[in-house]
């Protein structure tokens, strides 16, 4: 296609069409959707395109320890543990938020990514941090510690 064709087709596209791909988007997904096994393979190809942090890997999910957990107590928080090299990161989700520590203490920057940007939040001098409340889906955390290079989390779903 031309510049020109490009052009038009761009200005022929309204709101419309937008609510349109949207409810094309949901009818995929109810009627057709990515198996949770793609879908995790796909979040840890797309981890890979910051090479410029060290990715922690998932040491503890207490989902993993009582599967019954996620049927029965949706009340119960879920615990997770990420580690890369001397940085560990303990977290506690509940209710959509996490709760965190970073080991060994210490103000870090800390990033929530999620698909659509990312909230900031700041851990002490003893390395808790919490978030507001987080809407479900996947997200990663990236802490860049004041000591230290940044690492990144693997992808979890909240």
Known sequence: MDDAMNDAVNDAVDD????????????????????????????????????????????????DELSATRVRGGGRARLLTFAAGEVVVELEVAGGRLVGRLS????ADIVVQRRDGGT?????????????ELAPGPLRLRVSPERGGPVVTTWILI
């Not at 060994?104 to 103000?107: E, L, S, V, Y």
């Not at 900031?120 to 507001?132: I, K, P, S």
């Open 16 to 63: 419309g069409d937008m609510e349109l791909e949207e409810l094309l988007r949901a009818t995929a997904e109810r009627l057709d959707p990515v198996p949770a096994e793609l879908f995790e393979e796909a979040m840890r190809a797309y981890a890979l395109r910051s090479l410029d942090a060290e990715l922690a890997e998932l040491m503890f999910d207490s989902w």
């Open 104 to 107: 060994g203490g210490g103000p």
């Open 120 to 132: 900031r939040v700041r851990a002490d001098e003893l390395g808790r941090f919490t978030t507001g």
